[in-house]
């Protein structure tokens, strides 16, 4: 029925679509500019939990949204505590996972904040030894305080955080929020967590 | 204040109950004539009768043919049937512990008309934190179904909760939630006039909200009502002209701390659009416009949408009356043609949108979003392509309420892909596939906008040959992320990673109750770092390779054995310079081998109960090749338990389902809380 010239023809065309797509002459990226000396944010490798847990700190205060993305999972899912999800419930209507977390954090960024006071966990926890594959840590306490257009907000929570090993390096896979924490200096009200300013930024 | 809103939701109530009193009344006959509605049963009990008759005896299957055969509808009873099915139930995990109870009962009458009412309860205390989670909630739903001329919605529900969290000061987070929401919509589609066909919906409702958060509270009361109108229009066969209007309102009160106010919001949406099918080409074009506007109490809010107190001691001053409007438009076109063996398909839509805020920091935002998608299909005898390309390009800006500008940002993206997949021979498939995409951030005007282009291309290829219940597959695949950063202050981390990945796997069935699986997968991949000779920045390599093997028994339909092994080693290396005859050279400075064992048993000694035990045993050892420094960690763990599922009777049935494990586990990060625990799960349900 079909005409070999046909079919000849249509391989031909899909052959030149394969090689076209093969040497990646579809897209360029722009040319950089080459660093300027002293500005390189420090970044840990992947090779622990916690060096990617330090890595996010690194990000926050060099709003640097690289930094965020690379050591965040691709199957990343953030759990809200119940304050942010009762709070901000369009932002949480739909599970939160990596690409709702990338947005967010391209638009925190984006806002300019400087990012003070950052310390991902606090004294004395003992960070738990990766068990294989995973490594989960319990009840770790973080604590940012951001300052944007003049005004100071503080986050402080508590958060179950879940890193895995994928192929060959360790990435933030799960976080879930607990509940905000007071200053433990100046005990109060507590303050809200990461869901708040995942909630404000959404 | 308070007196006129609870007047006006006393009187919402009364009105809601009056419509729900009178939507369970016996709906006249004339009833019985109208169209079906959408949620009508594709067979009414006339037709399921008649149906039933005309299968029995040829003679009343012509009668029926003709139309001249016929039942009496109204000997359908009203109340069908009434039933009730309580359940309560226990659960125990890791992490929390839950005690539920719900109450569901059913009403079914005539024509599919159905009442329905769901009271739940549950407890939640957790295990590794101080945390309690207290839900008591009840929904009422009714739906009209065949019984009335139109369509009728009506439903009433209840929330609260009361979450309790102890901080590691000690002090208690008390969250508190009560919501209570009521509302009947009626819809009667597909009503004629003239040419024109029209889908019809209103519909009124109440909200009654409130909660407590860290020692502020906050109230939500208010009525609404909303209205939609669908017209279309077949001009020929296959095309349609449709117009939609869509308007909405809402009034009432709201208190936040301790300051009461009203609040009102007002919505409408006009939408036009053409709709096209000619077999060979389809699609269609909408257009539509929306506008939002709302006044309500408010906390002040910074320019990032956060709430704002800094410096504000007065606890009243901290509370503005906000006003937010909110317009969109939106057009869309979406084609599809077919001729033979090849298909086009074209998707193309923008989106403007604006919210503006007359007390918020944020002052006003404006967003634009503009799509392009295209796909190919080609099929020749043997082989068949598709082809896609997608432009997205997306834009955010804003004019703060400070008088300044905020600025541009950009985000633009476009991927193309190929996929080919071809038959070898009988059983055998090949797919390849090719992707390529690029991400850009690019800032406009916006001095900390983000600066970056991300670069990704993947080819894979997969060869995949079945026998049977057996099969062997083979993959291969590649890919690489250009990650990077435009600006100066960034540029440094700007690398480029390759990653290779080949991944040959087989399932074999040896015997009807023997399968084995095994997976190998080694991934290779290659960081280097634009900028390493100028930074401390090292261009690194790191090796996996990791074989699972699975092993399954099933002598009996009541015995299940499973055996898995994995095997998993690791190495990292860092360039630490160049050969003599060019090409790098790297130093291991790690690896890291995981062993793990698993086995599981599963044995039914009686029909519905199951007895199941399954332990791992692993290993993890690292090693510093140039420290000369190693660790081994060991972990395990051990369940054993009874799970159970029976049901007796038929018309009135019990259900009970309990499953009840024993867990042991030690090893590297296994808190008090995980070494030792039972896991439940239990529910007893009667239904009547």
Request: net charge negative; glycine share 8%.
């Amino acid at each position: 029925m079909r005409t070999p010239g046909i079919r000849h023809a249509a391989l031909a065309v899909a052959g030149m679509v394969l090689v076209l797509a093969g040497s990646g002459c579809f897209f360029s990226p722009r040319v950089p500019e080459p660093p300027q000396s002293g500005t390189a944010v420090d970044y840990l490798d992947q090779t622990l939990p916690e060096n990617v847990w330090a890595n996010l700190g690194k990000s926050l205060q060099n709003n640097d949204s690289g930094g965020w993305e690379r050591n965040v999972g691709e199957e990343f899912t953030y759990i809200p505590d119940t304050e942010a999800e009762t709070e901000y419930p369009d932002a949480f209507a739909t599970p939160w996972e990596r690409e709702q977390e990338v947005e967010f954090i391209r638009k925190f960024y984006s806002f300019g904040p400087t990012n003070s006071e950052v310390k991902m966990k606090h004294d004395g926890f003992d960070v738990p030894e990766p068990s294989g594959t995973t490594a989960y840590w319990e009840k770790v306490i973080y604590d940012l305080t951001v300052e944007s257009g003049g005004s100071l907000t503080r986050y402080r929570g508590q958060a179950n955080i879940l890193f895995a090993l994928d192929g060959t390096e360790w990435y933030v896979t799960s976080w879930e929020d607990i509940g905000g924490e007071p200053d433990p200096d100046d005990p109060g009200p507590a303050f809200a967590t990461f869901g708040s300013l995942r909630g404000t930024t959404h | 204040m308070n007196g006129a809103r609870s007047m006006s939701r006393d009187a919402l109530t009364a009105g809601i109950l009056l419509c729900l009193l009178l939507a369970l009344l016996p709906a006249p006959a004339a009833a019985q004539d109208e169209e079906p509605t959408r949620d009508e049963p594709a067979l009414s009990h006339e037709d399921s009768l008649l149906a039933a008759l005309a299968e029995k005896d040829p003679r009343l299957a012509a009668l029926k043919d003709k139309g001249e055969l016929q039942v009496d509808g109204a000997a359908e009873p009203l109340f069908k049937s009434l039933k009730t099915s309580p359940k309560g139930g226990v659960k125990a995990t890791v992490q929390k512990y839950s005690y539920y109870g719900e109450l569901e009962s059913i009403l079914s009458m005539r024509g599919g008309s159905q009442v329905q009412n769901r009271a739940a309860y549950s407890w939640d205390d957790y295990r590794s934190y101080d945390k309690v989670v207290e839900s008591r909630s009840n929904r009422f739903n009714y739906l009209s179904g065949g019984l009335m001329p139109f369509y009728l919605d009506v439903n009433a529900n209840w929330d609260w909760s009361e979450d309790s969290t102890v901080n590691s000061q000690g002090v208690t987070n008390l969250i508190k939630r009560d919501n209570r929401n009521a509302g009947l919509k009626f819809s009667k589609n597909e009503l004629r006039t003239g040419a024109l066909l029209h889908d019809l919906t209103a519909g009124i409702g109440m909200v009654d909200e409130s909660s407590e958060n860290r020692g502020a509270a906050s109230e939500r009361d208010e009525a609404n009502a909303r209205f939609h109108l669908q017209t279309g229009w077949e001009l020929d066969p296959g095309l349609v002209l449709a117009g939609r209007f869509h308007g909405e309102g809402a009034q009432g009160d709201r208190l936040l701390r301790h300051r009461v106010d009203t609040a009102k919001s007002l919505g409408d949406s006009l939408g036009a659009g053409a709709y096209y099918d000619r077999g060979w080409l389809v699609g269609r074009a909408v257009l539509t416009q929306s506008t939002f506007e709302s006044e309500f109490l408010d906390w002040r809010r910074n320019d990032r949408g956060a709430p704002d107190t800094t410096g504000i001691t007065v606890p009243d001053d901290q509370i503005v009356r906000e006003r937010k409007v909110a317009k969109k438009q939106a057009i869309v076109l979406e084609n599809e043609v077919r001729f033979g063996r090849v298909g086009l398909e074209l998707n193309v839509a923008r989106t403007v949108d604006e919210t503006a805020y007359a007390k918020s920091g944020q002052g006003t935002q404006e967003k634009f979003e503009e799509k392009v998608n295209f796909q190919a299909t080609f099929a020749t005898s043997r082989d068949s392509f598709v082809a896609a390309y997608e432009y997205k390009w997306v834009w955010d800006d804003q004019y703060l309420q400070a008088g300044t500008r905020r600025g541009r940002q950009n985000k633009r993206r476009l991927d193309a892909g190929v996929k080919w997949y071809r038959p070898f021979f009988q059983s055998t498939r090949l797919a390849v596939v090719l992707d390529q995409s690029l991400d850009q951030q690019i800032p406009d005007d916006r001095p900390n906008g983000q600066n970056k282009d991300i670069l990704r291309t993947a080819a894979s290829a997969g060869l995949r040959r079945a026998w049977g219940d057996s099969d062997v597959e083979l993959s291969v695949r590649w890919n690489q992320s250009q990650d990077l950063a435009i600006g100066s202050d960034k540029s440094i981390e700007n690398n480029t990673r390759d990653r290779y990945e080949i991944s040959p796997e087989f399932t074999w069935q040896m015997r009807d109750w023997v399968r084995l699986s095994q997976e190998y997968t080694l991934y290779i991949e290659y960081r280097d770092y634009d900028y390493s000779d100028d930074s401390s920045r090292q261009d690194s390599y790191d090796k996996r390779g990791n074989l699972t093997s699975f092993l399954t028994f099933d002598p009996t339909s009541r015995l299940r054995v499973s055996l898995k092994h994995q095997y998993n080693r690791f190495f990292k290396a860092k360039r630490t310079g160049e050969a003599a005859g060019g090409g790098s050279v790297y130093t291991t400075n790690s690896s890291q081998t995981i062993s793990q064992i698993d086995f599981s048993l599963s044995f039914e000694p009686v029909d519905g109960v199951f007895l199941e035990t399954s332990t791992f045993r692993g290993r993890d050892h690292k090693l510093n090749p140039q420290s000369g420094s190693e660790s081994s960690t060991y972990k395990g763990k051990v369940i054993t338990g009874l799970r159970a599922k029976r049901k007796w009777g038929s018309t009135n049935p019990v259900e009970i389902q309990a499953s009840v494990e024993k867990v042991n586990a030690f090893g590297p990060g296994i808190r008090p809380a995980s070494a030792d625990y039972w896991t439940i799960d239990s529910w007893v349900k009667w239904s009547f």
